[in-house]
Nanobody, 115 residues
Framework: QVQVVESGGGLVQAGGSLRLSCSAS????????MGWYRQAPGKQRELVAV???????NYADSVKGRFFISRDNGKSTVYLQMNSLKSEDTAVYYC?????????WGQGTQVTVSS
């Protein structure tokens, strides 16, 4: 059974930085795609950033130039460096891990940006 565990959320002032981490364990295979989504109160879950095994990345327009995603393939771990945080970045951030035929979510980590 694959487990996805996130860490690194918290409370930060606007303009500050946070780094989220997510590790996937329990599979002999390396994930094809790893990414971060977020869901703010009253809103739908939305893509923040994804990275495929070859290193190609994709970002939501709202975070381009501020957030940076990276991964350690050897550890099936993905990171999200969040800089210049804004109050509108406040949300629960979810890690998503995709294998060839399976898709897994973490439990979510709260990020709160105070203005």
């Amino acid at each position: 059974q694959v487990q996805v565990v996130e860490s690194g959320g918290g409370l930060v002032q606007a303009g500050g930085s946070l780094r989220l981490s997510c590790s996937a364990s329990g599979s002999i295979f390396r994930p094809n795609t790893m990414g971060w989504y977020r869901q703010a109160p009253g809103k739908q879950r939305e893509l923040v950033a994804v990275i495929i095994r070859g290193g190609t990345t994709n970002y939501a327009d709202s975070v381009k130039g501020r957030f940076f995603i990276s991964r350690d393939n050897g550890k099936s771990t993905v990171y999200l460096q969040m800089n210049s945080l804004k109050s509108e970045d406040t949300a629960v951030y979810y890690c998503n891990v995709r294998f060839a035929t399976q898709n897994y979510w973490g439990q979510g980590t709260q990020v709160t940006v105070s203005s």
